[in-house]
């Protein structure tokens, strides 16, 4: 791990729903010290809780696989990118759930990708290598001026 503005974090999680709180413990943990408010710690923890429980859930038919999860610090807060060899899925492109369409006419799912579009600043998806690449942003002040990496 270095240290300073681009301080950086690599784990490796099993893909398999106990390895949550491991998740809890990093996101965690990397955002205190990022300097986050506990506010913004716990919707970069829930955003990555769902993203992550998606993967395991809907990424492969079986078997045991590696989710890459690599957090790190820049100016202003936290980019968390969530790398995974499953079978493609860009959550990005699943419209926005609008809770005033009635029941009886919404679709099923969606609602935790509106949950971490919510939680999150920034989101992109791209799908590279065979690989599926969900980067979430978080700043400090939730407010709407990007993070750019510097040169």
Same mark, same amino acid.
């Given at each position: 791990?270095q240290?300073?503005?681009?301080?950086?974090?690599?784990?490796e999680?099993?893909?398999?729903?106990?390895?949550v709180?491991?998740?809890?413990e990093a996101?965690?943990?990397?955002?205190?010290?990022?300097?986050?408010p506990?506010?913004?710690?716990l919707d970069?923890?829930?955003?990555?809780e769902?993203?992550?429980?998606?993967?395991?859930? %809907?990424?492969w038919?079986?078997?045991?696989?590696?989710i890459?999860?690599?957090?790190?610090?820049?100016?202003g807060?936290?980019v968390?990118v969530l790398?995974d060899d499953?079978?493609?899925f860009?959550p990005?492109?699943?419209?926005p759930?609008?809770?005033?369409?009635?029941?009886?006419?919404?679709r099923?799912?969606g609602?935790?990708?509106?949950?971490?579009?919510?939680l999150?600043?920034e989101q992109? %998806?791209e799908?590279c290598?065979?690989r599926?690449?969900?980067?979430?942003?978080?700043?400090?002040?939730?407010s709407?001026?990007p993070i750019r990496?510097?040169?």
């Amino acid at each position: 791990m270095q240290g300073g503005e681009h301080e950086a974090v690599d784990l490796e999680l099993p893909n398999d729903i106990d390895a949550v709180p491991s998740l809890h413990e990093a996101v965690e943990d990397f955002a205190a010290r990022a300097g986050l408010p506990e506010v913004r710690r716990l919707d970069i923890r829930l955003a990555l809780e769902e993203a992550f429980v998606n993967v395991v859930r %809907y990424g492969w038919e079986g078997g045991q696989h590696v989710i890459h999860l690599r957090l790190v610090r820049e100016a202003g807060g936290v980019v968390a990118v969530l790398d995974d060899d499953g079978r493609p899925f860009n959550p990005l492109e699943v419209p926005p759930f609008n809770s005033d369409t009635p029941l009886k006419e919404r679709r099923e799912g969606g609602m935790g990708i509106n949950m971490i579009r919510s939680l999150t600043d920034e989101q992109t %998806y791209e799908r590279c290598g065979g690989r599926n690449r969900l980067r979430l942003t978080v700043r400090q002040d939730h407010s709407t001026t990007p993070i750019r990496p510097t040169p």
